[in-house]
């Protein structure tokens, strides 16, 4: 089989974007997602492989900036819309995309690439670690009730269509994303993902609601979300399910939850993506009742493994050689010297002896600080070299707040 990979043209996009929904099982989407992934789409970043004048194969990459450990906001190549025809499975197509793209990427000269994987297991052989986990939680909002701060009954709600407040939120969006590792900030045209609701993925649930807390006439936080309406004999049983929630301080994001478990005819609250130290775990009176669950979100990728280190800030001072194994990226591999603290780091290439001896998939695992590079050695893919370097490395590798992907991409 000879086949052409080769940099998406204009004119390609709708046999292109056709091939990734077949991989995705073939259902289209509506006009308006179609219209959005379409002015979304970075051509220049996005690749095909072609059998003749058949597409057969689909990546590209978002140029982002995703907040890590510290507060800095780091180049990152967001990999999206990856797949490959039923017909030429088992192949090399997807290697050959993924050589491509990062070969890509690191002329590009970012440091970190990140993708939301389908299937978990695909993307590990790639040097890709999972680095976040997303948490759902479905609320008995007739059994829990919420222990509210001071404050909370300072808060005025009020409601506002989505795409009347949109600048506002996104502003305010802005202002929170150094403060979560894994959140991204969002370019121009991506505020249209957030407010994208074609009807026929409501699911019987309404159009997308909106609901803004303000203080003294200033916005300090936002929820959007839709009801669904569902009876029974006994009487309303419908569920609010939460699309976003921000807020700026605990009182603000206390009262915009106290609202969602007030809203009448429902009686459960149904969180599809939050972090997983979601501050509403520590205002619910019975835990129990919030049904919760955990999967994994963002896979980290670092692409040049001294500029991704040193682009990070750690908990505490740390001086540990790395020996890291990168078969994929073979310019990674070998042995980097890692010196920093709360303030700077510095990556360098060394001949020093290791101290610790791991994978370039682990270090994506654990460069948000959402995974313990202990966790990582308990499971036998990190090996200590030096007494105590384990301990001294995980610890200074960890974040006060758990890291979060508040949207896919």
Known sequence: ??????????AEWDAWYGTLELAFGGVAESAEERELWRALTERDRSIGVWDGETCVGTAGAFSFRLAV????????AGVTMVGVAATHRRRGILTSMMRRQLDDVRAAGEPLAVL???EPVIYGRFGYGAATQQLKADIDTTRVRLSLPPGTDDVRLRYAKPADVHAACEALYARVVTARPGMLARRPGWERLRLLDPPGERNGASPLQCVVAERAGELVGYARFAVKPD??????????????????DPAANAALWQFLFGVDLTTSVLAHSRPVDDAVLQLVSDVRRCDLSVRDALHVRL????????????QTPLD?????????CPWN??????????????????????????????LGSAYLGGVSLTSLAAAGRVRELRQGA????????GSDVAPWLPHGF
């Open 390 to 397: 384990l301990t001294e490395a995980s610890v200074a590798f």
């Open 320 to 328: 540990v050689v790395f020996e890291v194994e990168d078969a994929f």
């Open 69 to 76: 450990p510290g507060g800095a906001l780091a180049d990152t």
């Open 116 to 118: 939301t994987a389908s």
């Open 303 to 314: 692409v040049e493994v001294g500029a991704a280190l040193q682009t990070r800030t750690y």
């Open 1 to 10: 089989m000879t086949t052409d990979v080769r940099v998406l043209a204009e």
């Open 333 to 362: 591999a070998g042995r980097w010297r890692l010196t920093g603290d709360a303030k700077g780091a510095s990556c360098e290439r060394t001949e020093d002896a290791p101290d610790l001896a791991l994978s370039v998939r682990e």
């Open 231 to 248: 009876w029974d004999w006994k009487g309303p049983k419908g569920v609010v399910h939460l699309h976003d929630l921000e807020a700026l």
